[in-house]
């Protein structure tokens, strides 16, 4: 069946260095990736997102890599900062409006 | 732009009731989706309406309905509420510009806990 899976639950980083958060997806049927940055208590938010005709794409602080070929996505966070603590979801479009989301990843930032 | 805003934010209920919950979506925005949201289950799609119709439903049970008025903003339904049901419950609005793929923005949620 469809489904976004992530290959680790927790991240633990120090602060100041280099996060990079993996996801795999198993549909290639996907145009669209978003990532998602969950905090205590609040919905998700929007982080970056990538479509498929495009391998990388970089906003402040983040960069997305897209792997077709091997189908994953991973989101790189320089710098992490305490204010990054917080769980990071995947999400593909499935193609008919409906979003796939993976379990998502704890990223705690150690002082 | 106000983001989407969902009401109430926190609901007890007990089993067998059900509840009706409130989305409003960004304004300009006529998509609006539906997740529950559980520590075991993770995001699970409920459904998603496009000019007051369901374009798609996800795997939940017949207790579990919605609707788009007109001005896009959405409500939700649960009927014969279980234990089961406790959860966030997230709403999701976007764009949808000729049917593309585009970024959902999420609301808070509202926590629902059945007792």
């Known amino acids: 069946g469809e489904s976004v899976g992530l290959h680790l639950p927790t991240l633990s980083v120090q602060e100041g260095d280099n996060s990079i958060i993996n996801c795999a997806y198993s549909n290639s049927a996907s145009d669209y990736f978003i990532w998602y940055k969950q905090e205590s208590g609040k919905g998700p938010q929007f982080i970056i997102d990538i479509r498929s005709n495009m391998d990388k794409r970089q906003g402040q602080r983040v960069t997305v890599l897209l792997n077709k070929t091997v189908k994953h996505l991973s989101l790189q966070i320089a710098a992490t900062q305490p204010g990054d603590s917080a769980v990071y979801f995947c999400?593909?479009?499935?193609?008919?409006?409906?979003?796939?989301f993976g379990t998502g990843t704890r990223l705690k930032v150690l002082a | 732009k106000a983001g989407v805003t969902q009401t109430p934010r926190y609901l007890i209920k007990t089993r067998g009731q059900q509840v009706t919950l409130s989305c409003s979506p960004i304004s300009g925005h006529r998509s609006v989706s539906w997740y529950q949201q559980t520590p075991g289950q993770g995001l699970q799609f409920l459904f998603e309406y496009f000019s007051e119709t369901q374009r798609n439903k996800g795997n939940f049970p017949g207790r579990f309905s919605g609707r788009q008025f007109s001005n896009s903003r959405s409500e939700m339904n649960v009927s014969t509420l279980e234990l089961g049901d406790s959860a966030l419950y997230l709403c999701a609005s976007s764009l949808d510009p000729a049917g593309v793929a585009d970024t959902q923005y999420f609301g808070p949620g509202t926590r629902l806990t059945v007792l």
């Open positions: 999400a593909r479009d499935s193609g008919t409006y409906k979003y796939i």
